[in-house]
């Protein structure tokens, strides 16, 4: 992702437009870590390197579940590793920009619970990122860099900044590389989501995670922060609780 600022109250009022009773839990794996370690009760990784590189590439995948959870990539730009993207400085990566028009991940088999878990090693965060949440036609909730940059602090200073692998080690100081847990929820799931970027720049990503969790639907008081603290949000009840494996700076 090229670096493309927005500024804070385009940011608030991007997340702000996030349906409150959707709001998922953001939880961030180690600085350098490029995998979930969550326990989840299915799990599956796409990681894009038997794909064919080039634009508009359409594919199915299972996600090496055996079958038990399938979708279908619709448009997506398969990339080779470059300073941007591709976890452990290999293999393939997906992108899109925002000429792309974006590209959607459509479940067409699911656990009977439904999906309600994704993960992504989160390449050169860019103020344009945008990754939406839909259940049929309906928007569940889309993650903007508000939420992260508000987890994990800004850039350069974050522990998260730069890329952390060779041969790009240090390289792209002013973005962030992180391993995002999405967890929706008890009782919503997702079948569908969308990658886009809303303005310049590229939305790269990788290492592509699906399952199921059942979150518990009563969080210890301790555990738990206000998602928008830091933009003086008041009103807004996001929240984010840190989960076994997950870490976010202090």
Not at 151 to 165: E, F
Not at 166 to 172: I, N, R, S, T
Not at 183 to 191: A, E, H, M, S
Request: glycine share 12%.
């Amino acid at each position: 992702m090229r670096t493309m600022l927005v500024s804070a109250a385009l940011a608030a009022a991007a997340f702000l437009a996030t349906p409150a009773t959707a709001v998922a839990t953001l939880t961030y794996e180690a600085p350098g870590v490029q995998n979930t370690t969550q326990t989840l009760a299915i799990v599956g990784v796409e990681r894009f390197n038997t794909r064919q590189r080039g634009n508009d590439r359409t594919f199915t995948t299972d996600f090496g579940t055996a079958g038990l959870i399938r979708a279908e990539y619709r448009d997506v730009r398969i990339d080779g590793p470059n300073v941007y993207g591709s976890a452990g400085g290999v293999g393939n990566h997906a992108v899109t920009f925002q000429s792309d028009g974006g590209y959607e991940v459509v479940f067409t088999r699911a656990p009977r619970e439904g999906l309600s878990y994704f993960g992504y090693w989160l390449s050169a965060l860019d103020g344009q990122n945008r990754l939406a949440f839909y259940k049929g036609n309906t928007l569940i909730e889309t993650i903007t860099p508000a939420s992260i940059r508000a987890d994990l602090r800004n850039c350069p200073t974050s522990a998260w900044c730069g890329n952390p692998t060779a041969p790009f080690q240090g390289q792209v100081r002013n973005e962030m590389f992180a391993f995002v847990n999405v967890f929706k929820p008890t009782g919503t799931t997702f079948d569908r989501i969308r990658f886009y970027q809303a303005g310049g720049g590229g939305y790269e990503s990788d290492n592509h995670t699906v399952g199921f969790v059942d979150m518990p639907t009563v969080p210890e008081p301790t555990s738990w922060a206000l998602l928008v603290a830091g933009f003086g949000l008041v009103g807004f009840a996001a929240r984010k609780r840190r989960l076994p494996g997950s870490t976010v700076s202090a």
